[in-house]
């Protein structure tokens, strides 16, 4: 006992603060492991609680060493990122996920080499193996272990996607590999799902490690975004969200890049990786398209001309709106799958007619919806809104991502690298996208004239947030890696995976 305390009083303050605020999480993680056991009995309630005391304790030795051999943040992220990721991929039974079911299809559709869907009247999908609807019943674990040899039968159906059918070719290309590579060895479903999530959670966990290890400033922000248990169900899924977060972090962190002290010279490579990020951003979700114009933020200095710069910036989204235009065109076509619930061409005609009345419906979706927005951001509710997490989870989350957000750095004489035109440029093309994700909703999935948009979810907002940060940073300087956060997401994301796990056992 003497030697325990004589240990506690050898640490630093800041070690302390480490240690109790770790204590405190796991406490409490073991009491809402008690709370989501209660209806799977005490063995279930021992069981569960023994695997997530191990856990934390082996996390917390790893973290502890992470933190004595000064690892930068991006390698942190990376162990970690490994870890959690196996858990998110295996823990959503098949159909237990949004959109869980279209996106494989359109995956398989991809991996066959067709860039479009097919039309049948008011129905876009494709002619699909039919014991394909078999596999995406299974609700529970048992289900899953039941449909788990299940391989694709020659018996064809046309199988409907027509949500997914909208988007390009390009937000599938991850997933349509893994399900490629399944489907041309003849493996069962579940395992050419399980591989196409696989691939697109690694592109995921690549473009995010980069980014974090590149980018001069915010990194706390990018860590904690890349940890939340949305962002980790989206990246660990057949989604297209995990590309759309992903290009978008990667795109404004090269950007900030080029504003460090000293300004990045950008070469042949710099300039098209430049361009792939812009191009796959763009074409993942339209809504995002005005994010490709903060590439006009890049400094001058990083080009050899300012005439260079603003030929090759204005090219490159010359570039991405009309490729937008032309996916556009082919996709608008597949709209006529939502008639019956929404007119894109007479909501157009109401938008256009009554302006101000447009905007007062925006004003009351975001006052109606603006908390359930936030909540659902950072994770509230998981899988197909079936997985419930702490209350506790999503204010205490919502609270540090606004710190990290506005957090600036303190300095002398500190300067800030964007000016205000730039960050009136920055809010503009940040409230552009928002606009864009209401009108696109208010049109294709709303009906027409109706006084409160639908279908806006919390993760669409997910990409916005460095953006908006952008706003608040004062400097390029590094800022320090904050541990007690690191282990706030890391708790979190252990009782996220509790939720998941005993929802679906």
Wanted: overall charge positive; glycine content about 4%; hydrophobic content about 50%.
């Amino acid at each position: 006992m003497k030697r325990f305390i004589n240990y506690i009083k050898k640490l630093s303050i800041k070690e302390k603060q480490f240690y109790l605020i770790y204590l405190c999480l796991s406490i409490f993680s073991i009491t809402y492991v008690a709370q989501k056991s209660a209806a799977h009995g005490i063995k279930f309630l021992i069981i569960l609680a023994f695997i997530v005391i191990l856990t934390e304790i082996g996390m917390f030795f790893l973290l502890k060493k992470c933190f004595k051999n000064n690892l930068p943040l991006h390698k942190i992220y990376l162990i970690f990122a490994i870890i959690l990721g196996g858990f998110y991929i295996l823990g959503f039974p098949p159909s237990q996920l949004p959109d869980d079911t279209p996106d494989y299809l359109r995956s398989l559709e991809v991996s066959q080499f067709h860039i479009t869907s097919i039309q049948k009247g008011k129905s876009v999908g494709r002619e699909m193996p039919t014991n394909i609807k078999k596999v995406y019943k299974a609700k529970k674990y048992n289900d899953v272990i039941k449909n788990k040899d299940i391989k694709l039968n020659k018996e064809k159906d046309f199988l409907t996607f027509a949500n997914k059918a909208l988007y390009a070719f390009v937000c599938y290309i991850p997933q349509a590999i893994g399900v490629g590579i399944g489907a041309l060895l003849g493996l069962p479903i579940f395992l050419q799902i399980t591989l196409g999530k696989i691939l697109n959670y690694a592109l995921f966990v690549l473009l995010l490690y980069l980014s974090i290890k590149f980018i001069p400033s915010k990194k706390m922000l990018l860590f904690f975004i890349a940890l939340l248990p949305i962002t980790m169900q989206e990246a660990a899924s057949l989604s297209p969200d995990a590309l759309t977060i992903s290009s978008a972090i990667a795109l404004v962190s090269f950007i900030l890049w080029t504003r460090k002290d000293g300004k990045e010279k950008l070469n042949t490579k710099h300039l098209i990786v430049l361009a792939i990020l812009t191009t796959i951003l763009s074409l993942c979700k339209i809504v995002y398209l005005p994010l490709c114009f903060l590439i006009f933020l890049i400094p001058d200095e990083c080009f050899r001309s300012k005439k260079e710069k603003y030929i090759y910036c204005s090219l490159l989204t010359l570039f991405v709106v009309i490729i937008n235009l032309i996916w556009l065109k082919i996709s608008s076509e597949y709209l006529i799958a939502f008639s019956e619930r929404s007119n894109s061409k007479e909501q157009l005609k109401y938008i256009l007619s009554n302006p101000i009345r447009y905007l007062i419906i925006l004003t009351t979706t975001l006052d109606a919806y603006l908390m359930h927005y936030l909540e659902q951001m950072v994770g509230h509710s998981l899988g197909a809104f079936v997985v419930s997490t702490s209350y506790v989870i999503v204010v205490l989350s919502l609270g540090i991502l606004a710190s990290l957000i506005g957090k600036k750095l303190k300095e002398k004489d500190s300067k800030d690298i964007f000016n205000i035109i730039e960050k009136c440029f920055t809010f503009i093309l940040i409230l552009g996208t928002i606009g864009l994700m209401f009108t696109s909703l208010y049109m294709q999935w709303t009906s027409v004239g109706a006084q409160v948009i639908d279908g806006i979810q919390g993760r669409y907002f997910i990409p916005l947030l460095l953006p908006i940060a952008l706003l608040f940073t004062n400097n390029a300087k590094e800022d320090n890696i904050n541990h007690n956060i690191v282990s706030f997401a890391l708790i979190a994301n252990i009782m996220a995976l509790v939720a998941v796990f005993t929802t679906f056992i």
